[in-house]
């Protein structure tokens, strides 16, 4: 089985402040992982994937298999970063998403 | 809006009444998927389709569900007697994939209400 673990459901940092979203997987074998977004009253939309290796709008993350995580980060948090972030998992060959339960983001001014 | 198209955006029904919802793919996109979204949760897979063949069903589609993708293009999901547990936002989602490695597009979703 696998499974997405956000254990926070609710982050606020300061404007410039760093940021990460946390992100603990479970699955036996190699997973893909993604990071979504939602901005207030927009569709949930692709940020990015672990085999992209990219940073998109200043953020990266990095699968770490032996810790099983997927943490999302940001050295320096902009106002219009607030959203809700799911990570996800797609089984190796797979085609579903696994979510987990989202983490609300709040950069405050 | 070229995008993952869902209609309607909301449904208020009562207990026991049948809906449809549909949803229309981007242009060419061979996979289509179903997922449901409730209330402080991230959203749960439901079902797949590549092309016009449904290849994955997952269990929390009871017998009341069904989905179908008669052309290989839009897609119908119907539940059958509504419970309020049905009450979520059924998202869809698109995907254009031969390798297994592309990104899938989501709708709007639709927000059902079962009063």
């Known amino acids: 089985a696998q499974r997405v673990t956000q254990p926070e459901k609710l982050l606020s940092v300061f404007k410039g402040a760093p940021v990460e979203l946390k992100c603990n997987y479970s699955y036996s074998g190699s997973p893909e992982l993604f990071w979504y977004v939602q901005y207030s009253r927009q569709r949930l939309q692709l940020l990015l994937r672990h085999i992209s290796r990219e940073s998109i709008k200043g953020f990266t993350a990095d699968l770490n298999k032996g810790e099983t995580s997927f943490h999302l980060k940001k050295p320096f948090a902009q106002e219009e970063d607030s959203a809700m972030y799911y990570c996800?998992?797609?089984?190796?060959?797979?085609?579903?998403?696994?979510f987990g339960e989202g983490t609300q983001l709040t950069v405050n001014p | 809006d070229t995008g993952v198209s869902q209609d309607p955006r909301h449904k208020i029904t009562k207990r026991g009444q049948n809906v449809t919802f549909r949803c229309d793919p981007i242009?060419?996109?061979?996979?289509l998927y179903w997922y449901r979204q409730t209330l402080g949760q991230g959203p749960e897979f439901l079902t797949y389709f590549q092309n016009e063949a449904q290849l994955e069903k997952s269990r929390l589609l009871s017998d009341r569900f069904s989905a179908e993708r008669p052309k290989g293009s839009f897609s119908t999901l119907e539940i059958q007697r509504t419970e309020q547990g049905d009450s979520a936002m059924y998202l869809c989602?698109?995907?254009?994939?031969?390798?297994?490695?592309?990104?899938?597009?989501f709708g709007q979703g639709t927000r059902l209400t079962v009063v």
């Open positions: 242009s060419e996109h061979n996979r």
């Open positions: 996800a998992l797609r089984a190796a060959s797979g085609s579903r998403l696994t």
């Open positions: 989602a698109s995907s254009f994939d031969l390798t297994g490695n592309t990104e899938a597009f």
